[in-house]
């Protein structure tokens, strides 16, 4: 029976976080996109971020890939309401493409974000390596953690509009938090079905799924969860670089880390690695994080 709920809702969710991709363009360089509802009415940040960089993207010639980001979250955004993109067009090189790219609900922005694109090159290459850890297959996903709570609105969110499968190597932070605190965590991500879109899509979706785990590791070194009463946590600003060609429909390992939490904000980095080992991609944000009661 889970199975079969789980055919159901996958395809829901997969569907739905593909029809944010697709912007309706306005102008030249100006574009419309909805958003996915989330408990709360507040915008999701990766999906904004992962619209934008399809904005910055359908400006640029399709040979050049994304291949870094750099935004800030301005303001909440509300799901109720339709999103603008303006992008403008900083430069054209013989090799490079720079765009920024605004992201506005009633004129005011809710993220600001630069990205950089490069046609494919040849030249030096190395990459460290993935660690050992457990194959997806071996780890418990998301819809079994949430599957017995479904009809409770932040467990049906998971399972019914959240497009990819988290499976965390250390022990979900989901309802309970690490019962061994740590500052570090790996999970491999996918989307919840086959997704066929172009490169651009997938990168953008790989942007999308980092900020919904990207945080995770501030939580674990302070023995919180998601659950935890009295949290509250925000993106403030997220980076990405984009290093070889990946598939958002491919298990990718997040291997992560929050070296330091200050001042209400805690850091948190990742590498991404695709199964057969390649780094693929690197990814930081900081956060706001706030505790009523501070772990000592």
């Known amino acids: 029976m889970v199975e079969h709920r789980e055919d159901t809702w996958a395809d829901s969710a997969v569907a739905s976080g593909l029809s944010a991709l697709e912007l309706e363009r306005t102008g030249d360089t100006s574009f419309t996109g909805i958003s996915l509802p989330m ?21 640029v010639d399709e040979a050049r890939q994304v291949h870094s980001m750099h935004g800030y979250f301005l303001r909440p955004g509300d799901t109720g309401k339709e999103i603008d993109f303006e992008v403008e067009v900083l ?49 418990p996903s998301g819809v079994d953690i949430f599957a017995p709570f479904a009809g409770h609105p932040q467990a049906d969110f998971w399972l019914e509009r959240a497009p990819f499968d988290v499976r965390q190597v250390e022990g979900s932070i989901f309802l309970k938090p690490d019962p061994q605190p740590r500052q ?64 958002a429909d491919e298990w990718l390992l997040y291997v992560q880390d929050a070296p330091t939490a200050q001042g209400g904000r805690g850091l948190a980095g990742a590498w991404v690695f695709a199964e057969d080992g390649s780094l693929v991609a690197s990814v930081a944000q900081e956060g706001m994080f706030r505790v009523s009661k501070p772990s000592a």
């Open 39 to 59: 408990p709360g009415g507040r915008v999701f940040g990766g999906q904004v971020l992962a619209q934008a960089i399809v904005a910055a993207g359908l400006t």
């Open 91 to 139: 430069r054209d090189g013989r090799s490079f493409s720079a765009r920024r790219t605004h992201a506005l609900q009633d004129g005011k922005p809710i993220l600001s974000m630069i990205a950089s694109f490069q046609e494919e090159q040849t030249g030096p290459e190395h990459a460290v390596a993935m660690p050992e850890v457990p194959g997806p297959d071996e780890l």
């Open 184 to 247: 570090y965590q790996s999970a491999w991500v996918r989307a919840r079905r086959p997704v066929d879109v172009p490169q651009l899509k997938h990168r953008a979706l790989l942007a999308f799924a980092s900020d919904q785990i990207i945080l995770e590791p501030v939580l674990r070194r302070h023995g919180l969860s998601w659950a935890t009463r009295d949290i509250s946590f925000a993106s403030l600003d997220h980076a990405m670089w984009w290093h070889r060609p990946a598939r």
